[in-house]
Nanobody
Framework: QVQLVESGGGSVQAGGSLRLSCAASGYSVSTGLMGWFRQAPGKEREGVAAILHGGPFTYYADSVKGRFTVSQDNAKATLYLQMNSLKPEDTAMYYC?????????????????WGQGTQVTVSS
């Protein structure tokens, strides 16, 4: 059974940084597709970033390119999302996800396992 546990969320001012972590068990992070999604109140869940086969294949939403970096430590089975130059519009619940197959990385239906989420709040 796949288990994903996120951590690292919090409240920061605009321009600040946070690093999210996602500890995975029961899933081969070095060979699979893992992603970060976010969901703000009243909005649909959207893909933020993803990483395939532990890198070097990475994918980003246009809204976070150049500011966010996805990476993972295969030995620790942990996924990371480094978020810099945060903006108020980045405020959302952030979720880690593990895919059941290699499909469209930004489509939540590609992913079979989800973490409980970690809240990120950016104030102006």
């Amino acid at each position: 059974q796949v288990q994903l546990v996120e951590s690292g969320g919090g409240s920061v001012q605009a321009g600040g940084s946070l690093r999210l972590s996602c500890a995975a068990s029961g899933y081969s992070v070095s060979t699979g597709l893992m992603g970060w999604f976010r969901q703000a109140p009243g909005k649909e869940r959207e893909g933020v970033a993803a990483i395939l086969h532990g890198g070097p294949f990475t994918y980003y939403a246009d809204s976070v390119k150049g500011r966010f970096t996805v990476s993972q430590d295969n030995a620790k089975a942990t996924l990371y999302l480094q978020m810099n130059s945060l903006k108020p519009e980045d405020t959302a619940m952030y979720y880690c996800a593990a895919a059941k197959y290699f499909g469209r990385w930004s489509d939540p239906r590609t992913f079979a396992a989800w973490g409980q989420g970690t809240q990120v709040t950016v104030s102006s």
